[in-house]
């Protein structure tokens, strides 16, 4: 039975087998692509590893169509054929881990039509299947994290349901290569209700921004509060660490740019190199397991509900830095930082508003975020957890890392860092 599809993965063309919105950027498969394993998900659909010339890596959901395959499209029935897969509990399946935490019976496949890294499928309006885009090097952060937060028992995620893993060899670690979690009906992602709630508070007033900001604080530090058991201090090597993952976030974006944004890259180098090393002083700083990408994308609201996804980690970083313990400012200057990115998107689509109001309500919006996170952690008790001294280091080296990002992503988003970088650089808040 593996024979006939590894012919018919090897015969295919790659634009039929990746999803239709990475079809741009500096990162594409290299040669034909080359079968590696596949899962049976039900009669003519299987969740396939596929190889590149490069060694790259890429889970692709299939279906039989005429004598070949092609990617599976929402409505293909390989999404819902995948959750019933991970009903019948935790296992392994040959080279696959299969992770169940919760089951339900579910019909029906929507596409979700928004920017994203991964590809996801709503499932019967209950479910949402994430199919990963590439399996990079193991272990993956998302299911040491979503256990911890199960245990926890906090609400502030959709419900995870399961997850797939598979291990290249017996001596490897596991890479994720498909997730479900619940849906959250109605729910829209932060790059949509953030940019909105801004440009209604340049015409309504700051309340429009103050109260998504507290509940956004509140959520971050409630969420960094259920990973406490991975809380421990940092040591010299880790603060040496941050040292040499800062440099290393300034050459990688200085590398991945051309043109206008590398220029500009390269005239600020020295103030970014400067200001993006944290102190020397911070051994003891608290560290723990965290989120490693959180910005306003990765939290969903639905009516006057929030919830974070998407605990892959950082996309533009090596896989094993995505599964470390890191000081809790690093989510917090994420977040902050894709705040004032936000204010940036609403000024290239709103051209019409007045860019000094833009930036009053973004830093009203960011200083409610800051104010709750902070508030939340000390009525926890846990206000040591915040080292405030990072966070200027871990916005810039953010913005480094949109750089890297829109330059081997998403061409059209280098506006962002481009717009963000002069703010840092000249050391304001």
């Known amino acids: 039975m593996r024979t006939p599809l590894r012919r ?6 790659w634009a039929s087998l990746l999803p239709p919105h990475r079809a741009d950027g500096d990162d594409q498969p290299a040669g034909a692509p080359r079968y590696l394993d596949a899962l049976d998900l039900a009669p003519g659909r299987w969740l396939t590893l596929v190889a590149d010339a490069a060694g790259r890596t890429y889970p692709v959901p299939l279906v039989a169509a005429g004598s070949g395959v092609r990617r599976a499209r929402a409505g293909d029935g390989a999404a819902e054929a995948l959750a019933g897969l991970l009903g019948g509990g935790s296992r392994e399946v040959g080279a696959f881990v299969l992770t169940s935490w919760h089951a339900e019976p579910v019909t029906g496949e929507a596409a979700i039509d928004v920017d994203q890294t991964n590809e996801s499928v709503v499932l019967g309006g209950r479910g949402v299947v994430k199919w990963t885009f590439q399996a990079t090097e193991g272990p993956h952060p ?5 256990e911890l937060l199960e245990r926890a028992g906090f609400t502030g ?6 997850l797939v893993q598979w291990l290249p060899s017996r001596a490897a670690a596991p890479r994720l290569v498909a997730s479900v979690t619940a849906y959250l009906p109605g729910a829209v ?4 209700w953030a940019v909105e ?3 209604r508070a340049c015409t309504d007033g700051p309340d429009a921004v103050r109260t998504p900001g507290r509940r956004l604080g509140e959520l971050v530090a409630h969420f960094h509060l259920a990973l406490l058991p991975t809380r421990r201090p940092a040591d010299a090597a880790d603060v040496a660490r941050w040292h040499t993952e800062a440099r290393a976030d300034l050459r990688r974006a200085l590398e991945a740019t051309t043109g206008a944004e590398h220029a500009q890259l390269a005239r600020h180098r020295d103030e970014i190199a400067a200001g993006a090393v944290p102190p020397p002083e911070l051994a003891g700083t608290p560290m723990l397991l965290g989120h490693g990408d959180l910005h306003v994308g990765q939290v969903l609201r639905a009516g006057e509900s929030y919830a974070v996804i998407d605990f892959d980690g950082n996309p533009v970083v090596p896989p094993a830095q ?7 400012a690093l989510d917090v200057a994420g977040m902050t930082q894709s705040i004032r990115h936000a204010g940036l998107v609403l000024r290239k689509h709103h051209p019409d508003l ?3 109001r833009v930036e009053r309500m973004t830093g009203e919006f960011v200083q409610a975020f800051l104010d709750a996170y902070r508030a939340t952690l000390a009525a926890a008790g846990r206000a040591d957890l915040l080292e405030e001294a990072l966070l200027r ?13 829109a330059a081997t992503h998403l061409p059209r988003w280098a506006y962002v860092p481009a717009g963000a970088l002069p703010e840092l650089v000249e050391g304001a808040r």
């Open 8 to 13: 018919a993965v090897e015969l295919a063309s």
């Open 142 to 146: 998302a299911p040491a994290i979503l």
């Open 157 to 162: 995620t959709p419900r995870p349901w399961g």
């Open 189 to 192: 992602d932060g790059w949509t």
């Open 197 to 199: 709630d801004l440009r």
């Open 322 to 328: 995505r599964t470390r313990a890191q000081p809790p």
């Open 354 to 356: 007045d860019p000094a």
């Open 393 to 405: 280091p871990f916005r810039l080296r953010q913005v480094c890392r949109e750089f890297t990002y």
